[in-house]
């Protein structure tokens, strides 16, 4: 079955640490990959996207994330975190023929200052 | 732009109401979704439309209905409201068609079925 997987549902960091949030998915074909973030009491922005090209993408708020087809994998790191990073962060990826974001459980990411 | 706008932000249904969710976008977009997020879930795709006109089955249509009014403007009815229809829902659109895109999401709906 087509799914998305992120690893860490919850995670807590100190102010300046660095973050990874792991991402898989599992498809058949190309696909796009993205990466949303809800802050509390807001709706879901885009982070960043990967369509093609360079592996390596960069978003808002210093977040960039990698791209490695061999392991289906779609990672977003960002290497110091703020307090206002605190949110929930989404892995979605949509098959190029398809409509459909597949989303991932989300991961939520608590800063502590 | 205001974006995607979605009303009501809240709402509290009893068991066999009705209710329509509207959603509208300002940014000329083609493609429109809605999507329902559950606890602990990522948002699964109730229903989307390609463009002014067409509307689909997403991955869990059973018990809503769409309309495409224009092109800003898509709804979701619920005919008769049941308690797995509580959830948080999220309407988005997009210039072009699925993939090809970036979809832009509304602030959500909270909608609770007793």
């Known amino acids: 079955a087509q799914s998305v997987s992120q690893h860490n549902h919850h995670v807590i960091l100190s102010e300046a640490a660095s973050l990874e949030l792991g991402c898989n998915y599992s498809?058949?074909?190309?696909?796009?990959l993205f990466w949303y973030v809800q802050y509390p009491g807001q709706h879901l922005q885009l982070l960043l996207k990967y369509f093609s090209g360079d592996p390596l993408v960069k978003g808002i708020k210093g977040f960039e994330a990698e791209f490695i087809k061999s392991k289906f994998s779609f990672n977003l790191r960002k290497p110091s975190v703020q307090w206002s990073d605190t949110a929930e962060y989404f892995c979605a990826v949509i098959k190029t023929s398809g409509y459909a974001l597949n989303f991932g459980k989300g991961t939520s990411l608590l800063v502590t200052p | 732009n205001a974006g995607v706008t979605q009303t009501p932000k809240f709402q509290v249904l009893k068991t066999g109401q009705s209710m329509t969710l509207q959603c509208a976008q300002d940014?000329?977009?083609?493609?429109m979704y809605w999507y329902r997020q559950d606890p602990g879930m990522g948002l699964r795709l109730i229903y989307y439309?390609?463009?002014?006109?067409?509307?689909d089955k997403g991955e869990v249509p059973n018990g809503y209905n769409v309309s495409r009014l224009n092109k800003r403007e898509f709804s979701l009815r619920l005919e008769s409201a049941a308690p797995s229809q509580t959830s948080v829902y999220f309407c988005?659109?997009?210039?072009?068609?699925?993939?090809?895109?970036?979809?832009?999401f509304g602030p959500g709906t909270r909608l609770t079925v007793l």
């Open positions: 940014m000329n977009h083609n493609s």
């Open positions: 988005a659109s997009s210039e072009l068609q699925g993939a090809s895109d970036t979809q832009y």
């Open positions: 498809y058949g074909g190309t696909v796009n």
């Open positions: 439309s390609a463009s002014e006109g067409t509307t």
